[in-house]
């Protein structure tokens, strides 16, 4: 490590041990199929090495020493020694790459935060607005957000200039059509696409499908507030003034009923109907080791896999068995009683303690707002953990889909605790809560 502070002779001197090590290696290798000449030079020239480096000799003679040595390696050293570059290149990725999946599997993992089910404690992906009539962040701002926040820029621009109105669905949310994308232009994955039109023109914008903060851009762009925008879809229902519409869902051709909702803006062609920031959500390290030692214990983030957890939730639209990882906060282990009296959770008939945030959500502090009943802990009911079993709440209960809505996750499936979020470099940078 401090090699660079090291002097000549020193250098020197450890150049010379590397030399020795791969004689050694290609007289071990090679001694059964050199000829004798060749292997008797190869001993002697490696012996006169290791007598050089044991005799200390000046750093001059020793170099004379090691381009001698490295003359006979040359002649004796076959597929082992002189390799080309392409070689030590691909030899170096290999043993990288094993050595990246040993401590991936035994000891420390990479995970991103997809959802903001853990929110504030953890954030997952958020939208950042910016205002479609202000000016554009330049070049050097996007590219310091782009690093520092992971923050992607999205964009609907107007194909013409004319009244914008946007596909939702009955409940009043934007309709998410599955499609099927890519990450980083490379990994296959299924992105969300939202639908605008400008007079009459379709636009369209795809995220990732574990984006939830894209209604909230579009209220706060046309509406301003979560009420107004009640208030304008109650009225414009009342008065008919909501086109109802058909519209293709997914890539098998699908259709689906849709409302088309005027937004009450006129855009020009070639400005944005909608620009966001979209910021990466945190990405943690999660210790894989402690959880082979000991229990993991109530309060502690928790890191599983879904593989068997028995539930439709978990399943695709094909039926298939969603394989995925989860982060929530346990709050019961085998043999525990729990019970939702909102803000708090009650285990064994105990308020539940262990962590800071079931402490501020029980006071609804800051931007925790507290646990809410739903269906395993609806109002008034209790669950027991049976043996090998643990179950996870998310710290954002009002939206979170935890093991209320699907049940135990088994102990085999657990994988282990967050320790520290390395990326984005904000003010949550640092120790896991």
Do not use: C
Request: hydrophobic letters at 40%; aromatic letters at 12%.
């Amino acid at each position: 490590m401090f090699g660079f502070f090291a002097s000549p002779e020193k250098k020197m001197r450890d150049n010379a041990a590397n030399w020795i090590e791969l004689a050694e290696k290609i007289y071990h290798f090679r001694r059964d199929v050199l000829p004798h000449d060749q292997l008797s030079r190869l001993v002697q020239q490696t012996a006169a090495l290791k007598q050089g480096v044991k005799q200390r000799v000046e750093t001059a003679k020793l170099k004379l020493i090691i381009e001698e040595t490295e003359a006979v390696l040359r002649e004796t050293g076959g597929t082992l020694y002189p390799r080309g570059s392409l070689v030590e290149n691909i030899e170096f990725f290999v043993v990288a790459a094993i050595v990246i999946l040993g401590i991936r599997t035994y000891f420390v993992q990479p995970f991103k935060i997809p959802t903001n089910s853990m929110w504030p404690s953890y954030y997952g992906m958020t939208g950042e607005n910016i205002p479609s009539d202000g000016p554009s962040p330049s070049f050097v701002q996007r590219a310091f957000r782009l690093v520092a926040f992971g923050a992607q820029r999205k964009e609907v621009i107007a194909p013409r200039s004319g009244e914008v109105s946007a596909l939702f669905t009955e409940s009043g949310t934007m309709l998410a059509a599955p499609r099927n994308g890519r990450n980083w232009f490379v990994f296959p994955a299924t992105m969300s696409e939202y639908t605008f039109f400008v007079d009459g023109q379709p636009a369209t914008v795809r995220v990732p499908v574990d984006f939830h903060d894209f209604d909230r851009m579009v209220i706060e762009t046309y509406f301003g507030t979560q009420a107004k925008f009640e208030s304008e879809w109650n009225r414009l229902f009342k008065e008919r003034g909501l086109e109802s519409t058909t519209a293709k869902y997914d890539e098998a051709g699908h259709m689906v009923r849709a409302i088309r909702m005027p937004l009450g803006k006129v855009a020009k062609s070639g400005e944005p109907v909608l620009r966001f920031d979209l910021l990466t959500g945190d990405q943690l390290l999660v210790d894989r080791m402690s959880y082979h030692f000991v229990r993991p214990s109530v309060g502690q983030g928790f890191v599983f896999r879904t593989d068997n957890i028995r539930s439709e939730m978990m399943r695709d639209r094909a039926g298939q068995q969603i394989v995925s990882y989860y982060i929530k906060r346990l709050v019961g282990t085998p043999g525990d009683t729990l019970e939702v009296r909102p803000p708090q959770i009650f285990r064994n008939e105990k308020p539940i303690t262990g962590a800071s945030a079931f402490e501020a959500n029980a006071q609804r502090s800051g931007k925790y707002t507290g646990y809410v009943n739903a269906y395993l802990l609806g109002s008034g009911k209790t669950v027991t953990v049976p043996p090998r079993s643990y179950f996870a709440m998310g710290d954002n209960s009002s939206n979170s889909q935890d093991s209320r809505y699907w049940g135990f996750v088994p102990s085999k499936d657990v994988v282990g605790r967050p320790i520290f979020i390395y990326y984005p470099f904000t003010k949550r940078w640092g120790a896991a809560k």
